[in-house]
């Protein structure tokens, strides 16, 4: 009876309306563990449910983008870096979305209509989300333990960029807790963007360099566009609970107008690049029209799936502009 009651309970987290694309994922899991029931199983469905698989765009892309930086300037590229950038920066990604689920669930933010429901339905214990939070910061550790010795970049850089990366997936929920003061956004913008870009680059071409920065901005404009997106979504209930985040501030028509912003600037830039260097930087404008049915969506006030799918056109305007830089000749791009 056990093992039922907790399969039900992962069952409705993952047929949550707002569940998206984690609720579909958590189902497919949950179907193989009933048919080899499992504690072990019905955990790992849990833990998958608990790490919000949906939101690695915005972590997969800048490692992409700053590899294929590295690859456009050196004419070379390394795999072992380059996967060892990936899951350094997943795992930092991981583990922060499980401090934001551990301190929502303290603080008593979340609650039986959150999208996160992982400790509200007891699918996992605070304890459990604890242990494999710090686990993925240690997985992440050693793996830039790893990238230090396979890379020629310096110690203290490499040191400077990871750590501040986990520091900011930390703070923004726990110790300080940016989110629930308005700064999370900011937070989000930096280390979802040029951070995670400028970590992937340097590791490949062994030094620290501006140019990264600049081209991490369309990445890191799409990217808060899933936190925003979230946000306004949330906005009744996070004021409730005592949060102050960007979309309150605001209100509902100027975070209208700013998600708008996050949405289009980013092809705007994209024009400019295909205009005046080469035309391989149009290829994200492929992405033109989901971004449109978006505008519509948050126009009608239909938030309930509205940070998913935010993601997944995160995900594919940043590979299109990963192709892009790698199809540019060698030459065009500036400070490339």
């Given at each position: 009876m056990e093992a039922e009651d907790q399969t039900e309970k992962i069952s409705i987290s993952a047929e949550s309306?707002?569940?998206g694309v984690v609720g579909e994922l958590a189902i497919g899991l949950l179907s193989s563990a009933k048919s080899h029931p499992g504690t072990w199983r019905q955990k790992c469905a849990a833990y998958v449910l608990a790490l919000r698989p949906w939101s690695f765009?915005?972590?997969?892309?800048?490692v992409a983008l700053g590899?294929?930086?590295a690859y456009r300037s050196h004419g070379s590229l390394d795999p072992g870096l380059l996967v060892g950038s990936a899951v350094a920066v997943l795992a930092v990604h991981g583990a922060g979305n499980l401090v934001n689920t551990y301190y929502d669930f303290s603080k008593g933010i979340d609650h039986k209509k959150s999208d996160d429901r992982t400790l509200v339905d007891q699918i996992l214990e605070p304890q459990d989300v604890v242990r494999f939070g710090v686990f993925l910061y240690t997985l992440g550790c050693i793996c830039a333990a790893c990238l230090y010795c396979l890379s020629t970049l310096k110690l203290e850089h490499l040191a400077l960029i990871y750590f501040g990366g986990l520091s900011s997936s930390f703070l923004y929920t726990g110790g300080i807790g940016f989110k629930y003061v308005a700064l999370g956004d900011l937070v989000?913008?930096?280390?979802?963007?040029?951070?995670?870009?400028?970590?992937?680059h340097a590791v490949q071409v062994g030094y620290l360099s501006v140019s990264p920065l600049l081209y991490a901005v369309p990445l890191a404009l799409s990217t808060?566009?899933?936190?925003?997106?979230n946000n306004t979504r949330d906005m009744e209930p996070d004021r409730q609970a005592g949060?102050?985040?960007?979309?309150?501030?605001?209100g509902p028509t100027f975070s209208?107008?700013?998600?708008?912003?996050?949405?289009?600037?980013p092809y705007l830039i994209f024009c400019i690049l295909a205009t005046r260097y080469t035309i391989s930087m149009a290829l994200p404008l492929l992405t033109i029209p989901m971004a449109f049915s978006l505008e519509r969506q948050?126009?009608?006030?239909?938030?309930s799936k509205i940070p998913q799918r935010t993601a997944k056109l995160n995900l594919l305007l940043g590979l299109f502009y990963v192709f892009g830089i790698i199809l540019a000749p060698a030459g065009t791009l500036p400070k490339l």
């Open positions: 309306p707002r569940g765009s915005a972590s997969l892309t800048p590899s294929a930086l989000i913008l930096i280390t979802f963007g040029p951070l995670a870009v400028m970590f992937a808060e566009a899933i936190l925003h997106s949060i102050v985040t960007l979309a309150i501030l605001i209208y107008m700013l998600y708008n912003a996050l949405l289009f600037l948050f126009r009608s006030q239909s938030f």
